[in-house]
């Protein structure tokens, strides 16, 4: 049975600590970010990257956030990975994008996946289906490790076949994208390439982070 006194002791030996900046939560706090982290995430619009209808993102790559992402993304710290994604998924998406197919994480290649452990765009992309209901889709859209010989391709099969994405299988008609991080717009423009080609007619991008060049960056990039 767990009794205030041992909630009390399990407090004492391993307190409840914010997920982004590590400082000390109550122990009646409801959510894994503290006060001043929690209010620092939001929903914001920028000019969407080619190829996508939208591009929303909840905060600037800059801050405690950022560099706690930074440790999950380099670091032994999915717990906080998972807390962080839990939170982001919480905000009120649906209340600034229609319902779509399918929520598609932009993928990792097999061996960077293999040398992190996990992929940071799928973490934020399961905790967004468990929230909407909206479907996971984890193989329609995948990443090359190669794009072969050029000499004998045209124009537009050469931008194709240099394009890091592929779908093997029709892609769902409206998509969210979700990436972690939403630098250049490059990774997501490649991605929402390959969707079109592959069927999609509706692709809006949703992040964790957006990097200003104005502000210090952490450090992050995707993937």
């Known amino acids: ?24 939560l109550a122990a009646s706090c409801a959510q894994p970010l503290c006060a001043p982290c929690a209010l620092s995430l939001g929903i914001h619009r920028d000019l969407p990257p080619s190829g996508l209808d939208q591009a929303l993102y909840a905060a600037l790559d800059a801050g405690p956030l950022a ?23 919480s905000l009120p998406w649906t209340a600034e994008i229609h319902e779509h197919d399918a929520i598609v994480p932009v993928p990792m290649t097999r061996w960077k996946r293999a040398s992190r452990g996990f992929n940071q765009a799928e973490v934020l992309a399961r905790a967004l289906s468990k929230t909407t209901g909206w479907p996971l889709d984890r193989s329609t859209l995948r990443r090359r490790l190669w794009t072969g010989t050029q000499a004998a391709r045209d124009r537009r099969s050469r931008r194709a076949a240099n394009n890091p994405f592929a779908c093997p299988s029709p892609a769902p008609r409206r998509v969210v994208l979700v990436d972690d991080v939403w630098t250049t717009g490059a990774t997501l423009s490649a991605a929402a390439e390959a969707l079109c080609a592959a069927g999609s007619e509706h692709i809006c991008a949703l992040t964790l982070l957006r990097h200003d060049a104005l502000l210090p960056s952490s450090g992050l990039d995707s993937p």
Not at 2 to 15: F, G
Not at 67 to 89: F, N
């Open 1 to 24: 049975m767990y009794t205030p006194w041992l909630a009390r002791l399990t407090a004492w030996v391993a307190p409840l600590r914010c997920a982004a900046c590590l400082a000390p």
């Open 67 to 89: 560099l706690a992402w930074r440790a999950v993304k380099y670091g032994p710290a999915l717990w906080r990975a998972e807390d962080i994604a839990d939170v982001w998924a």
